[in-house]
């Protein structure tokens, strides 16, 4: 039967392979994040790029609260250049991650942008914290 999903034959089992394979490159989900942190040596930082207001309402326990326009050298200083940053915003709908992870590249620091950012932690049935953000 041809529709929208048929009309356009998959692409070869190579080709499939190569281009899924590689988004583990770029990207992680929340279950494995929350499987690191739980771990207690995750070997990423991870980074909540929403606004102050946002981290305070709720963000993952253990996320350190840079907002995307802030990621810069001087703010990344503390952190070895070798570091991975682990970053996520409100979720599919926000695409402050994304900037965030663009800006990490651009520093040329290791990025992963947390698939499903907040909204994907809360749908997988995880608690988020509450409060300000320590000084990062």
């Known amino acids: 039967m041809r529709n929208a999903v048929t009309e356009i034959p998959a ?3 190579a080709q499939a392979l190569a281009h899924f394979s590689a988004q583990f490159g770029f ?3 929340c279950w494995d994040v929350h499987a690191a942190l739980a771990a207690g040596e995750p070997g990423f930082v ?3 790029a929403r606004g102050p207001e946002q981290f305070a309402a709720g963000h993952v326990p253990g996320a350190v609260n840079i907002p995307h326009r802030k990621l810069i050298a001087s703010r990344l200083a503390a952190y070895p250049p070798q570091t991975l940053f682990v970053v996520y915003c409100a979720g599919p709908h926000c695409n ?5 992870a663009v800006r990490l590249a651009e520093l040329e620091r290791p990025v992963k942008l947390m698939a499903g950012g907040v909204t994907g932690w809360l749908d997988e049935g995880f608690a988020l914290a509450h409060g300000q953000a320590d000084a990062a």
């Open 11 to 13: 692409a070869a089992s």
């Open 27 to 29: 990207e992680t989900d």
């Open 46 to 48: 991870l980074v909540d």
């Open 96 to 100: 402050g991650a994304a900037r965030a």
